[in-house]
């Protein structure tokens, strides 16, 4: 099992991203848009930094559902992957049977 603390801080990232895509993606466009004035791009390009570092997508980690470890995570199934082998050794997965030869 995972420290809560550090499950907390994911949860926190999510809210975060989820609270600032908005401006942060007004921003990108005002960044990538080549017909502005260089002056205003720029100005743009501090106010993104500005924003809490957090609030970016791609400071969010995936972790399991269930335990929340960090790591051997199964994108599909949100699970990691000592979680996906006990849940399909107990048959709870439908269409997962783990094999034997």
């Not at 390009?45 to 957090?54: S, V």
């Not at 969010?60 to 849940?87: E, V, W």
Request: aromatic share 4%.
């Amino acid at each position: 099992m995972a420290k809560k603390s550090m499950v907390n801080r994911e949860v926190k990232r999510a809210k975060l991203v989820k609270q600032h895509a908005a401006k942060r993606a007004a921003l990108k466009a005002v960044i990538a848009d080549q017909s502005k004035p260089m002056e205003e791009r720029f100005k743009a390009t501090l106010k993104l930094a500005e924003m809490p570092r957090n609030s970016s997508a791609t400071r969010i980690h995936n972790r399991c559902q269930l335990t929340g470890r960090p790591h051997a995570y199964y994108r599909k199934l949100k699970l990691s992957r000592i979680m996906l082998r006990d849940l399909a050794s107990f048959g709870q997965i439908p269409g997962m049977v783990k094999s034997s030869w």
